[in-house]
C-alpha cells in the first residue's frame, strides 16, 4: 500500500517556467489537498478538492492551478514561476469523514531561481 | 475566524522529563481536534485526535493530548520523553464549516540527550 505518492522530490525552476506536481493516492480517499509549507509559517492550503471534478481554492491559490479527474490524481500545476513560489509542497489525502486523519506524501522541495 | 495558535515556536526538555506542547484554537461548532508530527525532510504523519468523549486521548509513540473545552487548548504531552522524538509537531483542528484541516505555525521540540 504505497499511500500518498509525490513526484517529483526536489525540483529547481527558472522563474516564469511552469511544471506540474504529481499526487497519487491509493486509498480511494474523496478528499485531497495542496500545502506549502515555509518556515515559521507552518502549513497553508492552496488548493483543495472533495471529489472527482471538484476543486475549490484554498488560503493562497494565486499561481497554482489544479484538477480533479480521477479520484486518484491531483495534480498541482505552477503556471509561471515565481521566487516567492520557493516551498516545500505536500499534498494530503482523506475520507470525507472530517473524524479520519490525513495522510501526507512525503513531499517535493521546489526552489525557483 | 477560524485559528490555531501554537505559542512556543520551540520547546527543550531533557531526556526522560515529561514534555507539554501548548496548542490552542477557535473553530465553530464542536472540534474534530489533530496532532501531527513531522520529522526532518519527511511529511507529516498522524499522531493522534480527539473527536469526542473522554478529555485525554492517547495515540502513538506514547504521546496523549488533553482536551479543555473551556480553555479551549489541547495539549500534547509525554510522560518521559525521549531523543527520538525530537521534530516538528503541528496542531490540526478540523473546521466543519470549511470542510478542512487549521495548521498552526509548528512547534519544534528538541530533546537532549
Known amino acids: 500500500n504505497a499511500g500518498v505518492t509525490q513526484t517529483p522530490k526536489f525540483q529547481v525552476l527558472k522563474t516564469g517556467q511552469s511544471m506540474t506536481l504529481q499526487c497519487a493516492q491509493d486509498m480511494n480517499h474523496e478528499y485531497m489537498s495542496w500545502y506549502r509549507q515555509d518556515p515559521g509559517m507552518g502549513l497553508r492550503l492552496i488548493h483543495y478538492?472533495?471529489?472527482?471534478?471538484?476543486?475549490d481554492q484554498g488560503e493562497v491559490p494565486n499561481g497554482y492551478n489544479v484538477s480533479r479527474s480521477t479520484t486518484e490524481d491531483f495534480p498541482l500545476r505552477l503556471l509561471s514561476a515565481a521566487p516567492s513560489q520557493t516551498s516545500v509542497y505536500f499534498c494530503?489525502?482523506?475520507?470525507?469523514?472530517?473524524?479520519?486523519?490525513?495522510?501526507f506524501g512525503q513531499g517535493t522541495r521546489l526552489t525557483v531561481v | 475566524a477560524q485559528s490555531v495558535a501554537q505559542p512556543e515556536d520551540q520547546v527543550n526538555v531533557a531526556e526522560g522529563n515529561p514534555l507539554t506542547v501548548k496548542c490552542t484554537y477557535s473553530?465553530?461548532?464542536?472540534?474534530?481536534l489533530f496532532w501531527y508530527v513531522q520529522y526532518p525532510n519527511r511529511g507529516l504523519q498522524f499522531l493522534l485526535k480527539?473527536?469526542?468523549?473522554?478529555?485525554l486521548v492517547k495515540g502513538s509513540y506514547g504521546f496523549e493530548a488533553e482536551f479543555n473545552k473551556s480553555q479551549t487548548s489541547f495539549h500534547l504531552k509525554k510522560p518521559s520523553a525521549l531523543v527520538s522524538d525530537s521534530a516538528l509537531y503541528f496542531c490540526?483542528?478540523?473546521?466543519?464549516?470549511?470542510?478542512?484541516?487549521?495548521f498552526g505555525a509548528g512547534t519544534r521540540l528538541a530533546v537532549h540527550p
Open positions: 494530503a489525502s482523506r475520507p470525507s469523514d472530517r473524524a479520519s486523519e490525513a495522510f
Open positions: 478538492s472533495v471529489g472527482a471534478g471538484i476543486t
Open positions: 490540526a483542528p478540523f473546521s466543519g464549516g470549511y470542510n478542512k484541516l487549521i
Open positions: 480527539y473527536i469526542t468523549g473522554d478529555n
Open positions: 473553530v465553530s461548532g464542536n472540534p474534530y
